[in-house]
């Protein structure tokens, strides 16, 4: 564990949260990435219940592992009970239809649709997989700090980033064929 969040765990042990605006700061963005991947809408109101969470829970941090993946575990069950109350958004399409409008043709917005529309793709995943396509692509950790994370074997999470993939090639060769 590093020196300053060694410190932290220390001072929260003794009652000390004066160093919280400091973790928020360090963490803050890569929380509100994993929130909004997982669940886009409420990114905001899901960081926040993280952070209130690791608040809560800090001073019983035990140091098995690096605080950054403790911080991930959090953020990830936050993320996933989320995404187990709520049922997945209308497709784009759909939304497009129901309001009588057309996509604009501005190339940000086009490239901002793509995006929502990969996000989509995602979510139709299991819960299992969508985690380890977070961890793993948009959070960069290795198989190591997944595993540490979710709390498998090395060995699962690679099986789980296999399976996923080709899940995900599944599901984007046929909303292409579909497009076609």
């Excluded at 042990?13 to 400091?22: A, S």
């Excluded at 901002?112 to 139709?124: A, G, L, N, P």
């Amino acid at each position: 564990m590093q020196d300053i969040e060694k410190r932290w765990v220390d001072d929260a042990r003794r009652g000390d949260m004066g160093f919280f605006p400091e973790l928020v700061t360090a963490y803050q963005n890569r929380v509100y990435a994993m929130a909004y991947r997982f669940h886009a809408e409420e990114a905001e109101d899901i960081a926040q219940e993280i952070f209130i969470a690791i608040y809560r829970n800090i001073a019983r941090f035990e140091g098995r592992s690096k605080l950054s993946t403790w911080i991930y575990r959090i953020a990830t069950n936050t993320a996933i009970n989320q995404l187990r109350r709520h049922k997945p958004v209308l497709p784009l399409e759909e939304d497009m239809l129901s309001a009588g409008t057309s996509p604009p043709a501005d190339t940000d917005l086009i490239a901002k649709s793509e995006h929502e529309e990969f996000r989509r793709v995602i979510e139709q995943l299991s819960t299992n997989y969508q985690e380890i396509i977070e961890l793993y692509y948009f959070q960069e950790l290795s198989y190591q700090s997944i595993a540490d994370i979710l709390q498998i074997p090395v060995r699962t999470v690679e099986t789980r980033l296999y399976r996923a993939r080709a899940k995900l090639k599944e599901l984007l060769s046929g909303r292409e064929e579909n497009h076609a």
